[in-house]
């Protein structure tokens, strides 16, 4: 059974910073794409940040660059996600989610990604 758990959420202030991480069970885990979304109350889910299965890749919405890094660690099947300078803007249920097709034109199609997080709660009070 494939399995997504993220972990690392909480309350933060303005300006202060937190690293996510999620675990998969998921046996292709090195040749799938990972990334991290986010969906806060009344908006849409947004692609936070991917990263391609041999970490080469990466993308970053253009909100984020600058102030966060994902990466990922095969032989222990988890993916990072490093925030630093979070606004209260960027509360939100943060999930972590896989893509089977690792090209670079469908690493970022949200239809593509077929397994999912639980989502983790980051709070950025003001």
């Known amino acids: 059974q494939v399995q997504l758990v993220e972990s690392g959420g909480g309350l933060v202030q303005a300006g202060g910073s937190l690293k996510l991480s999620c675990t998969a069970s998921?046996?292709?885990?090195?040749?799938?794409?990972m990334a991290w979304f986010r969906q806060a109350p009344g908006k849409e889910r947004e692609l936070v940040a991917s990263i391609s299965g041999n970490g080469a890749s990466t993308f970053y919405a253009d909100s984020l660059k600058g102030r966060a890094a994902i990466s990922r660690d095969n032989a222990k099947n988890t993916v990072h996600l490093q925030m630093n300078s979070l606004k209260p803007e960027e509360s939100a249920v943060y999930y972590c989610?896989?893509?089977?097709?690792?090209?670079?034109?469908?690493?970022?199609?949200?239809?593509?990604?077929?397994?999912w997080g639980q989502g983790t709660q980051v709070t950025v009070s003001s």
């Open positions: 989610a896989r893509n089977p097709v690792d090209t670079p034109y469908n690493r970022n199609r949200k239809d593509l990604y077929d397994y």
């Open positions: 998921i046996r292709t885990f090195s040749v799938s794409v």
